[in-house]
């Protein structure tokens, strides 16, 4: 079984397409949230998402669009581009948005936006991925919500490490270590590098795979522009930051 394993699209539906466009036929995939917010498009990418994922959890950005929840901790860009959103999201958009989990534990792993049962703390540092570790026996999770491609890697002993993958690259998973995968971002990568992530696991093979990936950014940016959102989120999609 291959799953694709998506998170923080953001209305990003340029980018979006472009990573379906790489799978295969059998791949399933799943979202880890944060499908609107910031980009120009929730709808489309939600209804997307909505044909092709077998499973999904909420984002904060969801969250917000469809309760209002948390608005007041976004910063003045994000909480502009959330007011837009909710003015555009569609009745099918919100319905669907709010069937969704905060969390979903299947057999081979964990879901989760953020981190397990804190499901919008950042996993950024080895205070937060211990916090993380310690609140699951999954031996293996998948996060998004940093829009940063890394893992990390506990071992027996209980050490923890930490690998970034901003260019891309292979994990084979190893019996006896357990790991927190940050698949990155599909609508707005934060690690310096503007191609945009997602991951692919086999499930067989035992290997997670980041995939960075081109898309037409200037024609997302134009969309940005064209709805009125702040110029920064347009901005920032140029230099991955």
């Given at each position: 079984m291959r799953y694709a394993i998506v998170s923080d699209?953001?209305?990003?539906?340029?980018?979006?397409?472009?990573?379906?466009?790489?799978?295969?036929?059998?791949?399933?995939v799943v979202c880890l949230g944060d499908m609107v917010g910031y980009g120009p498009?929730?709808?489309?990418?939600?209804?997307?998402?909505?044909?092709?994922?077998?499973?999904?959890?909420?984002?904060?950005?969801d969250l917000a669009a469809t309760e209002n929840y948390g608005v007041e901790?976004?910063?003045d860009a994000a909480r502009e581009a959330i007011s837009w959103t909710?003015?555009?999201?569609?009745?099918e958009s919100r319905a669907?948005?709010?069937?969704?989990?905060?969390?979903?534990?299947?057999?081979?792993?964990?879901?989760?936006?953020?981190?397990?049962?804190?499901?919008?703390?950042?996993?950024?540092?080895?205070?937060?991925?211990?916090?993380?570790?310690?609140?699951?026996?999954?031996?293996?999770?998948?996060?998004?919500?940093?829009?940063?491609a890394e893992y990390w890697v506990q071992e027996p002993d209980g050490s923890i490490g930490l690998k970034h993958m901003q260019y891309g690259g292979?994990?084979?998973l190893e019996d006896g270590k357990r790991y927190i995968v940050d698949v990155g971002s599909v609508g707005q990568p934060r690690d310096l590098n503007p191609e945009a992530s997602f991951v692919m696991y086999?499930?067989?093979?035992?290997r997670v795979q980041w995939i960075r990936y081109a898309y037409p950014i200037a024609e997302v940016q134009e969309k940005i522009r064209e709805a009125h959102l702040p110029g920064y989120l347009a901005d920032r999609l140029k230099i991955g930051r």
């Amino acid at each position: 079984m291959r799953y694709a394993i998506v998170s923080d699209i953001h209305g990003n539906l340029e980018s979006l397409k472009r990573a379906m466009s790489m799978l295969d036929p059998g791949d399933r995939v799943v979202c880890l949230g944060d499908m609107v917010g910031y980009g120009p498009n929730p709808n489309e990418c939600v209804a997307l998402l909505r044909e092709l994922c077998t499973h999904a959890v909420l984002g904060n950005h969801d969250l917000a669009a469809t309760e209002n929840y948390g608005v007041e901790y976004f910063n003045d860009a994000a909480r502009e581009a959330i007011s837009w959103t909710q003015s555009v999201l569609n009745d099918e958009s919100r319905a669907w948005l709010n069937t969704l989990p905060y969390e979903l534990r299947l057999p081979e792993f964990l879901l989760v936006h953020g981190a397990p049962v804190n499901y919008f703390e950042y996993v950024l540092d080895k205070r937060t991925a211990a916090a993380a570790f310690e609140r699951t026996d999954a031996p293996l999770i998948f996060i998004g919500h940093t829009h940063i491609a890394e893992y990390w890697v506990q071992e027996p002993d209980g050490s923890i490490g930490l690998k970034h993958m901003q260019y891309g690259g292979d994990l084979e998973l190893e019996d006896g270590k357990r790991y927190i995968v940050d698949v990155g971002s599909v609508g707005q990568p934060r690690d310096l590098n503007p191609e945009a992530s997602f991951v692919m696991y086999d499930t067989e093979r035992k290997r997670v795979q980041w995939i960075r990936y081109a898309y037409p950014i200037a024609e997302v940016q134009e969309k940005i522009r064209e709805a009125h959102l702040p110029g920064y989120l347009a901005d920032r999609l140029k230099i991955g930051r």
